[in-house]
């Protein structure tokens, strides 16, 4: 596709159990971002890939969080445990290059996360 | 911690009218300050920004002012339209950092017709 492709786009799903969101970036694109949306708040950053360097994790908010990236492409954002505080929209970006002029960032529509 | 305060929350216009948008940052390594712009159920999207070496940037009805000895930005919509309803979010990067932007809080614009 040519924009960011996020899955599921809604997840309703019971505190304790575990979530995978997925992200798919725009191709060519070597980093890839992943946020966090609650309601009336800002963006929050989660983490960033950088082709095959080390993901930068500082924004994780608990280690019951955690992402992968293969091949450099595809991402998966993996929640256990979930509980109710982490009802949010997930929002996956990417873009050319993580330095550079812009670095303008494409978001998905994201991923709605709803724990009851 | 809040590096990048943006106000106000939630602003109404009339149509034509000018809406305005300001956030204020605190870290002077920041280099790149973009506006973006998200509709209801869409990703933010990549509005209008600017870089400290200028003080304004146009683009259409669209403007940034910046005032880099207040660490201030702003954005102003001209001739406000109701497909301008929408929340906007400023946002700045430091220099030679691409780990992240570091986004306000956003407000939620509405023109009213």
């Given amino acids: ?116 | 911690q809040q590096q990048v305060k943006q106000s106000p929350q939630s602003l109404i216009v009339q149509k034509g009218g000018i809406s305005i948008i300001n956030c204020a940052y605190e870290n002077t390594a920041f280099d790149y300050f973009p506006w973006y712009q998200q509709f209801p159920g869409k990703g933010p999207a990549l509005l209008i920004a600017i870089r400290p070496d200028v003080s304004e940037k146009k683009e259409g009805r669209f403007t940034i002012s910046f005032n880099k000895s207040a660490k201030q930005f702003s954005l102003h919509i001209m001739d406000s339209q109701p497909g301008d309803s929408a929340t906007y979010f400023c946002a700045a990067r430091k220099a030679g950092s691409a780990r992240q932007l570091t986004f306000g809080s956003g407000t939620q614009l509405t023109v009213l017709p």
């Fill in chain 1, 1 to 116: 596709g040519a924009g960011v492709s996020q899955s599921p786009s809604n997840k309703v799903t019971e505190k304790g159990k575990d979530v995978e969101l997925r992200c798919d970036p725009i191709s060519g694109h070597t980093a890839l971002y992943w946020y966090r949306q609650s309601l009336g708040q800002g963006l929050e950053f989660l983490i960033y890939f950088q082709g095959n360097s080390a993901p930068d994790k500082s924004g994780l908010p608990s280690d019951r969080f955690s992402a992968e990236r293969t091949g450099g492409s595809v991402s998966t954002l993996t929640i256990q445990r979930t509980q109710q505080e982490d009802s949010a929209v997930y929002l996956c970006a990417s873009s050319i290059t993580g330095t550079g002029l812009s670095g303008e960032l494409f978001f998905g529509e994201g991923s709605r996360l709803t724990v009851l």
